[in-house]
């Protein structure tokens, strides 16, 4: 039996033991290392870390979109006709934009696999889409469930930043990159598929169920109505525009 001042010492794989005099529980090797608040200090370190990460990721994606939203600016961004360069034949172009499409995929997801400590990717490849299972962060803090969430919006926005940065400001490999990243980013942010838009309102909100509960209430019709109005405007401002500037190219 415990007495005042004892230690009950819990280490992984052992029975615990009780060492006499301290009056702490403690766990691992941080022996006497106690949260004020009567967590371990493994736990307070990792809170600490989970800040910290959360903070870099922040400033990293602030900084990241203040450079993006200034090269859109200064070059009038027109998005689809920013596809294709001149003189290059169409086949390389194709390829490089899927090249773009695909590595920034795969990027982004790494965020969610890495932040959000998951390996339940699925997805298609010739789409360049795929999915992370990020169900089991609700029950983590708040920015951890921001790093695992934002982590892939961030690491795109990132990827177009650091192409602007070190390519030189006239070239059309730039615009064309920059035009396939963002229209990416855009497919994130419909309300109607899985897609990371869901993440940040659930998160924004602190209730992973929020979509559900809203697409099964009243408000459910006019959701999918949203939905459907983005994906037109999708096929209107970017697949339209890709085939025009396609012809203009090859004209």
Same mark, same amino acid.
């Given at each position: 039996? @415990? ?6 010492? *819990? ?5 615990? $033991? *009780? ?6 529980? =403690?766990?691992?090797? &941080? ?32 900084? !990241?979109?203040?450079?993006?939203? !200034? ?15 001149? +003189? ?5 172009? =194709? ?29 298609? *490849? ?39 940065? =070190? @390519? ?15 229209? $990416?980013? *855009? ?8 897609? +990371?838009? $869901?993440?940040?309102?659930?998160? @924004? ?31 209107? &401002?970017?697949?339209? &525009?890709?085939?025009?500037? @396609? =012809?203009?190219?090859?004209?």
């Amino acid at each position: 039996m @415990l007495r005042s001042g004892d230690i009950l010492e *819990v280490r992984p794989g052992e029975s615990p $033991r *009780v060492l006499r005099g301290v009056g702490m529980v =403690i766990t691992g090797n &941080l022996l006497g290392c106690v949260h004020p608040y009567g967590k371990s200090g493994s736990e307070a370190c990792r809170r600490i870390v989970e800040r910290v990460v959360a903070s870099v990721l922040g400033i990293l994606l602030v900084c !990241s979109l203040g450079v993006l939203v !200034s090269y859109l600016i200064v070059h009038s961004f027109t998005f689809g006709f920013e596809w294709f360069i001149d +003189d290059v034949p169409i086949f390389y172009q =194709i390829i490089f934009v899927a090249f773009i499409a695909i590595v920034t995929s795969i990027l982004h997801e790494l965020g969610h696999i890495i932040f959000g400590k998951s390996f339940g990717v699925s997805g298609s *490849v010739l789409w360049s889409t795929f999915r992370t299972n990020l169900n089991h962060i609700w029950v983590w803090s708040i920015p951890a469930r921001f790093a695992a969430i934002c982590s892939g919006l961030i690491i795109d926005v990132s990827c177009a930043a650091f192409l602007i940065v =070190i @390519l030189p400001d006239s070239s059309q490999w730039l615009s064309s990159a920059v035009s396939t990243i963002i229209f $990416r980013i *855009v497919w994130e942010f419909n309300l109607t598929r899985k897609t +990371d838009l $869901r993440w940040y309102l659930c998160l @924004l909100f602190d209730n992973p169920l929020l979509m559900i509960n809203i697409e099964k209430g009243k408000y459910g019709l006019l959701v999918r109505s949203l939905g459907i109005a983005y994906d037109i405007a999708l096929v209107i &401002l970017w697949p339209v &525009l890709f085939v025009l500037s @396609l =012809i203009g190219v090859m004209i």
